[in-house]
């Protein structure tokens, strides 16, 4: 019923499709067949469905579907669009900054963001701005050493 | 969610409109993040929502105006008021309540006109603005009115607002001096939600405090001025010994509530620890 036709650019193409104003932005990512922003905790604490909407991260699980309208959404699936990992998700890799990996992609969007606000961060302002992105395997000091790799990667 | 319809108004005079007194099916919308968690819970579930995105910009502004107040348009994102210069200036304590509330992502989109009007007592923006003396812009289908933030909230949940009335600003007086802090408690995890909450400011004269405004929030059913406590600080030197007793006074004045946060009793305590807390904090920070 009411689906709405939405226009927006999705990893940097335009797209166009129609989705109902009570569907959130990850049921929108996974008609297009992205599964990099996973639905959680469904309540904005976790940051797996973490996804950037005009260049700043929100909680896709709490985020309107429809607003996107006439915007830019970026997902986890754009970092190594060009074949390449990005230097952040080099750094996660090379300091087994997970396990299972459900998280990861979340951590790894929310760690572009904190690199693009604090270039050289310290372990402070690492804790603090990754503060609503849980780990349930706990691999929380390899996610700090890995967000330093990067920052020292592309300084 | 269940379905329901999205109108995005594209001014204030029509989102007012397509308000309606009388349902309560129908509400506005401005970052969504607080709603949703009512929605996907199945504790509200709307026939309408009216977004107001379209009429963001003229409404998101933050300014310094009148001789030092500030003027925050109350579809600023909370992101904006951690980040912005003004607030950092005039009102450091809002900037750094900032921080500690929620998250980036969720900062990013709530919006502080939503933050105000949701009644929920655990928000962290209600104490502080209230301590602060701010005052909240209100339209209507008829009237624009203004009242003092502290006057917003009737219960739990609950404001004085009426269905088809919007927030559009709030304007927090210069400090002029006063000292302010806001300390909050988590009981599980850091950027949970509060068990308690505490603002604190006051006005010092030859070593003595005056004027303290004292509000407590998320132990309690709505944001509340502990009066007992004010009138133990008004007039004293903020020592221990002032201090104790005016955290005693709030600890037996205070009528917390016991959820997931924490029981009543152990609010009482943690009141009558982080009231003097605050006060130090005060004390400290605006040396």
Same mark, same amino acid.
């Given at each position: ?155 | ?178 000292? $302010? &802090?806001?300390? !909050? =408690? +988590? ?9 308690? /909450?505490? @603002?604190?400011?006051? *006005? ?13 929030? $998320? &132990?309690?059913? !709505? =944001? +509340? ?9 008004? /007039?004293? @030197?903020?020592?221990? *010994? ?46």
């Amino acid at each position: 019923m009411n689906a709405r036709a939405i226009n927006f650019t999705l990893n940097g193409e335009p797209v166009s499709t129609a989705i109902e104003p009570h569907r959130n932005l990850v049921e929108l990512l996974q008609r297009f067949d992205l599964f990099g922003a996973r639905e959680s905790c469904g309540q904005g604490l976790c940051g797996c469905c973490t996804v950037l909407v005009d260049g700043k991260a929100v909680s896709g699980c709490l985020y309107f579907a429809v607003w996107v309208d006439g915007k830019s959404v970026t997902t986890v699936e754009a970092l190594d669009a060009d074949g390449q990992l990005s230097p952040v998700q080099q750094a996660f890799i090379d300091a087994g900054a997970f396990q299972c990996g459900y998280c990861t992609p979340g951590f790894i969007l929310m760690s572009h963001q904190l690199l693009k606000e604090h270039p050289n961060p310290s372990d402070d302002d690492i804790r603090h701005y990754l503060s609503g992105n849980l780990c349930r395997c706990a691999a929380y000091p390899e996610i700090i050493e890995a967000v330093k790799m990067a920052a020292k990667a592309t300084a | 969610m269940t379905p329901f319809e999205m109108v995005e108004p594209t001014s204030l005079k029509e989102a007012v409109s397509l308000l309606d007194p009388q349902e309560p099916t129908i509400r506005p919308v401005a970052g969504g993040t607080a709603l949703m968690l009512m929605m996907k819970a199945g504790v509200f579930q709307p026939t309408r929502l009216v977004c107001l995105h379209k009429i963001e910009p003229e409404h998101a502004r933050i300014a310094v105006v009148d001789g030092g107040a500030l003027r925050i348009g109350a579809m600023a994102t909370l992101s904006q008021l951690e980040h912005d210069a003004n607030v950092a200036k005039h009102q450091p304590v809002l900037a750094r309540a900032m921080r500690t509330l929620s998250n980036v992502r969720v900062r990013n989109v709530a919006r502080v006109g939503g933050a105000l009007a949701h009644g929920d007592p655990h928000m962290d923006l209600p104490p502080v603005l209230t301590a602060l003396g701010a005052r909240i812009s209100i339209s209507g289908p008829k009237q624009n009115r203004e009242m003092l933030l502290e006057e917003l909230y009737s219960g739990y949940y609950e404001t004085v607002l009426e269905k088809n009335e919007l927030i559009t600003a709030v304007t927090v007086p210069p400090l002029s001096g006063r000292k $302010a &802090a806001y300390v !909050k =408690v +988590t009981s599980r995890t850091a950027d949970d939600w509060p068990s308690l /909450g505490v @603002a604190v400011s006051f *006005a010092l004269k030859d070593g003595t405090i005056r004027d303290p405004m004292v509000v407590v929030s $998320a &132990a309690t059913e !709505k =944001v +509340t001025r502990m009066r007992t406590a004010e009138q133990t600080l008004q /007039g004293a @030197a903020p020592d221990d *010994a002032t201090l104790r007793r005016a955290g005693d006074a709030a600890a037996e004045e205070v009528e917390s509530l016991s959820d997931a946060h924490g029981s009543a009793p152990y609010k009482r305590e943690l009141l009558r620890v982080y009231l003097r807390r605050a006060v130090r904090q005060a004390l400290d920070e605006n040396a």
